[in-house]
Antibody
Framework: QVQFVQSGPEVKKPGASVTVSCKASGYAFTDHTIHWVRQAPGQRLEWMGSINTGYGNTQYSETFHGRLTITWDTSATTAYMELSSLRSEDTAVFYC????????????WGQGTLVTVSS | QPVLTQPPSVSGAPGQRVTISCSGSSSNIGSGYEVHWYQQLPGTAPRPLIYGNNKRPSGVPDRFSGSKSGTSASLTITGLQAEDEADYYCQSFDSSLSPPYVFGSGTKVTVL
């Protein structure tokens, strides 16, 4: 069965960077893009960016102004999300999700990773 | 500001029908893009509830249904149950944005 397992919670100081991993299993890793979604406490879902795991091309939301980098490792069937220059407003749960190209929706999600930014 | 607007909250008694709207514009829902819905139970990840405007993934009860008309879409829960208390989000695409992925503002459903 399709499954995404994300790395554990992180606590970072303002100005630091954080990397969250998302390990996929149960399907052909290069067949679907992987996306990242942020959810601040009590707030809505916010699309961050994506990576085509077949070709490596990425898309990013302008909201993150160059602070976001998404990478992947096909052999490890894992995608990574790095957010730099962290500030307190980045405190959130970060989700990875698979985008199903034919249904055009996010059909499987990781369990989420809480990143807390605090001095 | 989210480009897809939902009511912040709706509520109903068990067994009642509730409808959540997702209001968009000519650059997203009105352009023919499909609308998808996700349910987020407290403390958990979102899960797909409706895709392609009105299709249910396997395992989703048939009391959940979706529709789309013009620049809006709706999610209806017929026969509300206590376990339906959650946040619900619509999602679509917007041709005025690059990349085009957009989520709605979210709706909290409370079972009275």
């Amino acid at each position: 069965q399709v499954q995404f397992v994300q790395s554990g919670p992180e606590v970072k100081k303002p100005g630091a960077s954080v990397t969250v991993s998302c390990k996929a299993s149960g399907y052909a890793f290069t067949d679907h893009t992987i996306h990242w979604v942020r959810q601040a406490p009590g707030q809505r879902l916010e699309w961050m960016g994506s990576i085509n795991t077949g070709y490596g091309n990425t898309q990013y939301s302008e909201t993150f102004h160059g602070r976001l980098t998404i990478t992947w490792d096909t052999s490890a069937t894992t995608a990574y999300m790095e957010l730099s220059s962290l500030r307190s407003e980045d405190t959130a749960v970060f989700y990875c999700a698979r985008f199903h190209w034919s249904d055009s929706n996010f059909d499987y999600w990781g369990q989420g990773t809480l990143v807390t930014v605090s001095s | 500001q989210p480009v897809l607007t939902q009511p912040p909250s709706v509520s109903g008694a068990p067994g009642q029908r509730v409808t959540i709207s997702c209001s968009g514009s000519s650059s997203n829902i009105g352009s023919g893009y499909e609308v998808h819905w996700y349910q987020q139970l407290p403390g958990t990840a979102p899960r797909p509830l409706i895709y392609g405007n009105n299709k249910r993934p396997s395992g989703v009860p048939d009391r959940f249904s979706g529709s789309k008309s013009g620049t809006s879409a709706s999610l209806t829960i017929t026969g509300l149950q206590a376990e339906d208390e959650a946040d619900y989000y619509c999602q679509s695409f917007d041709s005025s944005l690059s990349p085009p992925y957009v989520f709605g503002s979210g709706t909290k459903v409370t079972v009275l």
